[in-house]
C-alpha cells in the first residue's frame, strides 16, 4: 500500500487520516488538514483505480491469449476452455464495476461541488445582507443623530 502511486508520503497521511477517523480523532484536526488529506485520500482512490485497471487489462489479454490457444487444440466443451471463458466473464465484470465507481465516485465529486458553490453563493449573499443591514441601521443612527442636534436645548 504505500506504493500507491506518486507521493507515498501521501499514503501514510492518508493511513493515519483513515485510522485516526475510525477511531473518531479526526474531528480534532484543523480543517485545512482535513481539505488536504481528502485531497490526498481522492489522489489516492484514483492512483488505486488505475492501477486496478491496468492489472484487470493485462489478466484479461492474458485470459484471451489462454483461450484463443485452448479453442485452436481443443473441443468447445473442454473444462479447461470453459473454466478460462468464466475467468474471462468475471475479469470484465470487475473492470465494469471498477469503471462504475469511478463514474460514481466523479458524479459524487460534481455534486460536492455543487453543493460548495450554493453554499458558497448563499454565504456571499447572507453576506451581502448582512452588510446592508448594517449600512441601513448606520443610516438611520447617524439620521437620528442628527435630528436629535436639531432639537432645540431646553
Known amino acids: 500500500m504505500a506504493e500507491h502511486g506518486r507521493h507515498p508520503e501521501k499514503t501514510l497521511l492518508y493511513i493515519e487520516y483513515w485510522v485516526l477517523g475510525k477511531r473518531g480523532e479526526i474531528l480534532r484536526l484543523?480543517?485545512?488538514i482535513l481539505i488536504c488529506l481528502r485531497k490526498y485520500e481522492s489522489e489516492w482512490i484514483d492512483d488505486?483505480?488505475?492501477?486496478?485497471?491496468?492489472?484487470?487489462?493485462?489478466?484479461?489479454?492474458?485470459?484471451?491469449?489462454?483461450?484463443k490457444r485452448l479453442e485452436a487444440m481443443t473441443p468447445n466443451?473442454?473444462?479447461d476452455l470453459v473454466k478460462a471463458r468464466a475467468g474471462l466473464e468475471e475479469l470484465q465484470g470487475k473492470i465494469a464495476k471498477l469503471?462504475?465507481?469511478?463514474d460514481k465516485r466523479e458524479r459524487n465529486a460534481w455534486r460536492r461541488t455543487k453543493r460548495q458553490m450554493r453554499?458558497?453563493?448563499a454565504y456571499s449573499a447572507a453576506q451581502t445582507e448582512s452588510s446592508k443591514m448594517v449600512e441601513s441601521h448606520d443610516e438611520a443612527a447617524d439620521e437620528a443623530c442628527l435630528n436629535q442636534q436639531d432639537l432645540p436645548l431646553r
Open 77 to 79: 466443451n473442454d473444462v
Open 119 to 121: 453554499a458558497e453563493a
Open 48 to 67: 488505486t483505480h488505475d492501477m486496478l485497471k491496468r492489472d484487470y487489462d493485462s489478466r484479461i489479454e492474458e485470459t484471451e491469449a489462454n483461450i
Open 30 to 32: 484543523d480543517p485545512a
Open 99 to 102: 469503471d462504475y465507481d469511478i
